[in-house]
């Protein structure tokens, strides 16, 4: 089965008041059943099938004997860039319109995104998605579609409320026991970090410099997938190198600077805590793959 766009619905303004309101104050929102179920089971059957591929630019490469879940299922980045369906998901009309009442003007579209992560999985330590975009001026903000029920057992994305307003952290070393990348942002004692329970269809909508993460996914048979769209403020003047070419919400291109430094590949760190030895082909810059 093609997941395929169905017709628009037009959505209560006072849900999207209330909602860009709750962004404004929290830094995140989350809209329930955006996505029905039919279209959720289409999207996660075709990026299953997918998956089944192995493609060059895989990072970490599939590995379907190793031990580590994530290297038999690793992530896939920027699929809208050869992949239809994927296109067609980040341009959504639905989330256009959810992006446009919560920043308040049409944003533009700059990565997709898929995570798997299987049962037994590491997480991702907190962190915040601004650090890696670096959007001049203002700041990126994603949408990031539940494709299973997620919970605190597989793995659901945590939040700290209002972190939004932080300033961009610089990181520190994360345990790389529990996360897949070795770095994390600092918090204060007592910091509240809030886990995110969504059901399959839900759209969690979150402000690039909200600090967020996720925990090992402890289950023993389920997944926790993911796909994400990452987007910058229509009056962005400058994004990250590895974000390039930025789309409008139609699907075409718009030509903006580049951002210094950012980029997609950090350091992956195995379980063992040690650094991966794997080739990054010159792509390695002081960013994170990050959720």
Not at 13 to 22: C, F, G, K, P, T
Not at 109 to 116: E, F, I, K, S
Not at 196 to 209: E, H, I, K, S, Y
Not at 277 to 290: A, C
Request: net charge negative; hydrophobic share 40%; aromatic share 10%.
């Amino acid at each position: 089965m093609v997941w395929e766009v169905c017709p628009v619905v037009t959505m209560a303004s006072d849900l999207l008041v209330s909602a860009a309101n709750e962004f404004q104050q929290q830094g995140f929102t989350v809209a329930r059943s955006l996505f029905s179920g039919s279209e959720t089971n289409a999207l996660r059957e075709h990026f299953m099938e997918l998956r089944k591929s192995p493609r060059q630019d895989d990072y970490p490469p599939v590995d379907s004997d190793n031990p580590d879940p994530l290297r038999r299922w690793p992530r896939m980045i920027h699929m809208h860039r050869w992949d239809e369906v994927s296109m067609r998901w980040l341009t959504d009309a639905r989330l256009n319109t959810w992006l446009t009442a919560i920043l308040g003007k049409e944003p533009f579209a700059v990565q997709t995104m898929l995570y798997y992560k299987p049962a037994g999985a590491r997480g991702q330590a907190l962190h915040q998605d601004q650090f890696y975009l670096k959007v001049q001026p203002g700041t990126c903000v994603a949408a990031w579609m539940a494709l299973d029920d997620c919970d605190e057992e597989n793995g659901c994305l945590n939040v700290v409320p209002g972190s939004h307003t932080w300033p961009v952290l610089c990181p520190v070393k994360a345990d790389s026991s529990q996360s897949f990348t070795d770095v994390t942002v600092p918090l204060k004692p007592g910091t509240p970090v809030e886990p995110v329970v969504m059901r399959a269809g839900d759209v969690l909508f979150f402000n690039g410099q909200l600090v967020h993460g996720s925990l090992p996914n402890v289950s023993t048979d389920r997944f926790r997938r993911a796909l994400i769209g990452h987007y910058i403020v229509g009056e962005a003047e400058s994004v990250a190198p590895y974000y390039h070419p930025v789309l409008r919400m139609d699907g075409t291109q718009i030509s903006l600077a580049e951002s210094a430094g950012g980029g997609p590949c950090g350091i992956w760190a195995e379980d063992d805590g040690e650094h991966s030895k794997f080739d990054l082909k010159g792509r390695l810059e002081d960013g994170f793959l990050h959720e």
